[in-house]
């Protein structure tokens, strides 16, 4: 359980965080959404202990990360994949924090394995790619075997395998009732791995519930196509259904597809395609944080 | 703590930079030592301060002891592995008296790995000269005040770590207090008549930890005293500023 209220962080002029509340559960992957810049990244270093907040509190387990013992057994976080020496190796990078941490050596191993990074463990970590980089720092965050994942920005430089690795990987802690909250800044990316979105911009919260209540509002209009879509278009707009053409014989209409389509039947018009149009969710994700910017 | 001062173990046994001032130190200490046979008359090596001041050419381990202090804590500032060090210990007083606990031991590692090269170079030198190697009191006094040298100079140098965060400038700053900065100081209080102040300064004081007292140099005791006072003022400001800094 990750609990974060009325949290409110200044750097200089610039509002980073600002009053936001929000928690993430047990058992479910919570999406942390906002444009870059939104305070995603300042949120995530005052739940873990790094930023200290001007006012407002963020709770790890019911407690102040601080406060929580052995707190790398509890609470895993990733958070740039740049926190690490060139000149030491993964193993190296590793077993330096399970010393500290009081975690058995065998553990880097099983970490190790857990990520596939088993083969580049003893290069310098300085000659890692990107996506290297990320496996060691979620490797760095599964070493205490914790109950809460905070992940910042995971999937970054990671290749199409590595994000649906990631994807399933974070999906199958969460099924093992951990709290997993991840955060980026592209909607599709977490529509298939959280249960729950919590989106932001500039440091306040937008929107928080289930994913599916967020990409219900995906849903706009119908999409037709037709070699006689002008006329149809006409048609359309004479029964009450406005639509725009799109380029190529398409249109989007604001109605039914069933309207559509009998619309199009009883004036014996050819129809291509006709579907349901999801707006993209960066379109949903856009018009989110655009009515923040611009309150009317 | 114990772990916290293996895993500062750790983080320097398993980067390149540790075999540097190894070979920093033996380099240093060994062309110490040769130079000061090498330069000395017969004369000068029949005197009783000459192997009190061989000695004391391990004193070189100080300037390693002070670099290793910054770089202990500068060096997770500056590769950004200060995030995971502090989410595996939050409570980051606990990291700095590790660090600092590890430091002043590398400190004396150092200073005595100085004085075994230093002894490696002159006994058999000494040796193929003729002369015989009596470790006498003063000889003895001042390895054992190069020892507790290094070691402040590596608390010292956690403190400076602590107190400015940025490597380079930490490094740097150090470098020009050390070389120019205090003598400038001394320079233009002694030019207000306040000569007497000089010797409190930080270089001068740590400095007179090793060898006997002279007019315009503290005593071992008071040297002492003022070292420390020195390293608990500016590690309490590196305390201070550590706790409050937000790890962005």
Same mark, same amino acid.
Do not use: C
């Given at each position: 359980?990750?609990?974060?209220?009325?949290?409110?962080?200044?750097?200089?002029?610039?509002?980073?965080?600002?009053?936001?509340?929000?928690?993430?559960?047990?058992?479910?992957?919570?999406?942390?959404?906002?444009?870059?810049?939104?305070?995603?990244?300042?949120?995530?270093?005052?739940?873990?202990?790094?930023?200290?907040?001007?006012?407002?509190?963020?709770?790890?387990?019911?407690?102040?990360?601080?406060?929580?013992?052995?707190?790398?057994?509890?609470?895993?976080?990733?958070?740039?994949?740049?926190?690490?020496?060139?000149?030491?190796?993964?193993? /190296?990078?590793?077993?330096?924090?399970?010393?500290?941490?009081?975690?058995?050596?065998?553990?880097?191993?099983?970490?190790?394995?857990?990520?596939?990074?088993?083969?580049?463990?003893?290069?310098?970590?300085?000659?890692?790619?990107?996506?290297?980089?990320?496996?060691?720092?979620?490797?760095?965050?599964?070493?205490?075997?914790?109950?809460?994942?905070?992940?910042?920005?995971?999937?970054?430089?990671?290749?199409?395998?590595?994000?649906?690795?990631?994807?399933?990987?974070?999906?199958?802690?969460?099924?093992?009732?951990?709290?997993?909250?991840?955060?980026?800044?592209?909607?599709?990316?977490?529509?298939?791995?959280?249960?729950?979105?919590?989106?932001? /911009?500039?440091?306040?919260?937008?929107?928080?519930?289930?994913?599916?209540?967020?990409?219900?509002?995906?849903?706009?209009?119908?999409?037709?196509?037709?070699?006689?879509?002008?006329?149809?278009?006409?048609?359309?707009?004479?029964?009450?259904?406005?639509?725009?053409?799109?380029?190529?014989?398409?249109?989007?209409?604001?109605?039914?597809?069933?309207?559509?389509?009998?619309?199009?039947?009883?004036?014996?018009?050819?129809?291509?395609?006709?579907?349901?149009?999801?707006?993209?969710?960066?379109?949903?994700?856009?018009?989110?944080?655009?009515?923040?910017?611009?309150?009317? | 703590?114990?772990?916290?001062?293996?895993?500062?173990?750790?983080?320097?046994?398993?980067?390149?930079?540790?075999?540097?001032?190894?070979?920093?130190?033996?380099?240093?200490?060994?062309?110490?030592?040769?130079?000061?046979?090498?330069?000395?008359?017969? @004369?000068?090596?029949?005197?009783?301060?000459?192997?009190?001041? =061989? +000695?004391?050419?391990?004193?070189?381990?100080?300037?390693? +002891?002070?670099?290793?202090?910054?770089?202990?804590?500068?060096?997770?500032?500056?590769?950004?592995?200060?995030?995971?060090?502090?989410?595996?210990?939050?409570?980051?007083?606990?990291?700095?008296?590790?660090?600092?606990?590890?430091?002043?031991?590398?400190?004396? +590692?150092?200073?005595?790995?100085?004085?075994?090269?230093?002894?490696?170079?002159?006994?058999?030198?000494?040796?193929?000269?003729?002369?015989?190697?009596?470790?006498?009191?003063?000889?003895?006094?001042?390895?054992?005040?190069?020892? =507790?040298?290094?070691?402040?100079?590596?608390?010292?140098?956690? +403190?400076?770590?602590?107190?400015?965060?940025? @490597?380079?400038?930490?490094?740097?700053?150090?470098?020009?207090?050390?070389?120019?900065?205090?003598?400038?100081?001394?320079?233009? =209080?002694?030019?207000?008549?306040?000569?007497?102040?000089?010797?409190?300064?930080?270089?001068?004081?740590?400095?007179?930890?090793?060898?006997?007292?002279?007019?315009?140099?503290?005593?071992?005791?008071?040297?002492?005293?003022?070292?420390?006072?020195?390293?608990?003022?500016?590690?309490?400001?590196?305390?201070?500023?550590?706790?409050?800094?937000?790890?962005?």
């Amino acid at each position: 359980m990750i609990e974060v209220e009325g949290l409110r962080k200044r750097f200089g002029a610039v509002r980073a965080v600002d009053d936001l509340s929000f928690r993430a559960a047990p058992g479910k992957v919570t999406g942390f959404l906002g444009p870059n810049g939104a305070g995603k990244s300042t949120t995530l270093r005052a739940v873990v202990g790094l930023v200290h907040p001007d006012e407002g509190h963020a709770r790890v387990l019911g407690k102040p990360y601080r406060d929580l013992d052995a707190p790398s057994k509890h609470v895993g976080a990733i958070l740039e994949a740049s926190e690490i020496h060139p000149g030491r190796s993964g193993r /190296n990078h590793l077993r330096v924090l399970a010393a500290a941490a009081r975690i058995p050596p065998s553990r880097v191993e099983e970490v190790l394995r857990l990520v596939e990074l088993e083969g580049a463990a003893n290069r310098r970590a300085g000659g890692y790619s990107l996506g290297m980089r990320q496996r060691l720092g979620l490797a760095t965050a599964l070493l205490g075997d914790p109950e809460v994942l905070i992940a910042d920005e995971p999937a970054n430089g990671l290749d199409p395998q590595g994000i649906r690795w990631l994807r399933d990987f974070l999906r199958g802690l969460a099924a093992e009732g951990r709290t997993v909250l991840v955060s980026s800044h592209v909607l599709a990316e977490v529509a298939q791995t959280a249960d729950e979105v919590v989106i932001i /911009n500039r440091g306040r919260l937008v929107l928080q519930g289930p994913m599916h209540e967020v990409l219900a509002r995906a849903t706009g209009g119908t999409r037709v196509r037709s070699p006689e879509a002008e006329r149809l278009r006409g048609l359309l707009e004479a029964a009450g259904l406005p639509a725009q053409a799109v380029g190529d014989g398409a249109l989007v209409v604001e109605g039914a597809p069933e309207r559509v389509g009998e619309t199009a039947a009883a004036n014996g018009i050819v129809l291509h395609e006709l579907g349901v149009e999801r707006a993209t969710l960066e379109e949903v994700f856009l018009e989110l944080t655009q009515s923040e910017e611009q309150p009317s | 703590m114990s772990a916290l001062v293996a895993a500062e173990y750790r983080k320097l046994r398993s980067v390149r930079s540790f075999w540097g001032y190894l070979l920093a130190l033996i380099a240093l200490a060994g062309i110490g030592a040769a130079g000061t046979i090498g330069s000395a008359t017969d @004369q000068d090596r029949a005197g009783d301060a000459f192997l009190p001041d =061989l +000695a004391s050419v391990a004193g070189v381990s100080t300037l390693i +002891a002070v670099v290793l202090g910054i770089v202990l804590v500068t060096g997770e500032f500056r590769h950004g592995t200060i995030s995971p060090t502090f989410l595996v210990t939050p409570v980051r007083e606990r990291v700095l008296a590790a660090k600092l606990a590890f430091g002043v031991a590398g400190g004396i +590692a150092l200073a005595v790995l100085a004085l075994l090269i230093v002894a490696a170079v002159a006994i058999p030198w000494l040796l193929a000269l003729g002369d015989s190697i009596a470790l006498d009191a003063d000889t003895m006094r001042n390895a054992a005040e190069v020892v =507790l040298q290094a070691a402040l100079w590596a608390a010292l140098g956690v +403190a400076i770590g602590a107190a400015v965060q940025g @490597q380079v400038a930490a490094l740097l700053g150090t470098l020009i207090w050390v070389l120019v900065a205090e003598s400038l100081i001394s320079a233009l =209080l002694s030019v207000i008549d306040l000569d007497g102040v000089s010797k409190f300064l930080p270089n001068a004081a740590l400095s007179a930890v090793v060898g006997d007292g002279a007019d315009d140099r503290l005593m071992f005791g008071p040297a002492l005293l003022v070292s420390l006072a020195w390293i608990g003022l500016i590690g309490a400001t590196g305390l201070v500023r550590t706790l409050r800094t937000d790890v962005t």
